[in-house]
């Protein structure tokens, strides 16, 4: 199936650790995303990239880092989890008509 | 700041019957509306958007929206519903920043379809 894959769906784990999630698309889409949502359903972009170029929210904390293997791929490395990074990261990738999500990580710190 | 509702957490519909699901939002300016849908365990599909232009936006799978200024509404519309349309439906507003668009999700409906 053409779509845009996270792993894992749930992740809990304790405060201080590095965890990466992993995202992978096979639309062929040249930007790809990372967003968080928050307990109000936004969703905030966190980086776009673009196999070129990086952009970075300057709001996120640089304990988050994107790193991209390759063209389909796009994860994301979160280093020193703290409680406040417990959400739910939506991967998504970009073609002219529009975005084409991720099914969600829910990341429990605890 | 942008917020969206959908008055509708569940809507059950008899196969081959309409459909109308609601959306309201909430935004200063002149909104970018997109309507996902998401299958169980797959991710937000886009189904359509409007940015600007005709009010009436057709989408994929049979479905159109029309975005009324008045109203503040977006209601996403199937004239015949067909079992492979049972989902979880997310209405969004969309605001573009310096670093990319932001998303407003509404809480979502979700479909169920009677055969």
């Known amino acids: 199936d053409t779509a845009v894959s996270q792993t894992p769906k749930y992740l809990v784990t304790q405060m201080g650790n590095d965890k990466s999630i992993k995202c992978e698309q096979n639309?062929?889409?040249?930007?790809m995303y990372w967003y968080k949502q928050d307990s109000k359903k936004f969703l905030k972009i966190m980086f776009s990239?673009?196999?070129?170029?990086?952009?970075i929210n300057e709001t996120v904390p640089n304990r988050f880092s994107p790193k991209s293997p390759d063209k389909a791929h796009l994860n994301l490395h979160i280093n020193s989890l703290e409680l406040g990074d417990s959400a739910v990261y939506f991967c998504?990738?970009?073609?002219?008509?529009?975005?084409?999500f991720g099914s969600g990580t829910r990341l429990t710190v605890v | 700041a942008q917020s969206v509702t959908q008055p509708d957490i569940h809507i059950t519909v008899s196969e081959g019957a309409s459909l109308e699901l609601r959306c309201n939002y909430s935004?200063?300016?002149?909104?970018?509306l997109f309507w996902y849908v998401q299958s169980p365990g797959q991710g937000l599909q886009l189904l359509l958007k409007?940015?600007?232009?005709?009010?009436l936006v057709q989408g994929i799978k049979g479905f159109e929206a029309e975005f009324k200024r008045s109203q503040s509404s977006f209601n996403l519309r199937k004239p015949s519903v067909h079992w492979s349309d049972a989902a979880e439906y997310f209405c969004?507003?969309?605001?573009?920043?310096?670093?990319?668009?932001?998303?407003?999700f509404g809480p979502g409906t979700r479909l169920s379809v009677l055969p």
């Open positions: 998504a990738s970009k073609s002219r008509y529009g975005y084409t």
């Open positions: 990239y673009n196999n070129k170029e990086l952009i």
């Open positions: 969004a507003v969309g605001a573009t920043n310096n670093y990319g668009q932001n998303f407003v």
């Open positions: 639309l062929g889409h040249d930007t």
């Open positions: 935004y200063g300016a002149t909104p970018y």
């Open positions: 409007y940015f600007s232009g005709d009010t």
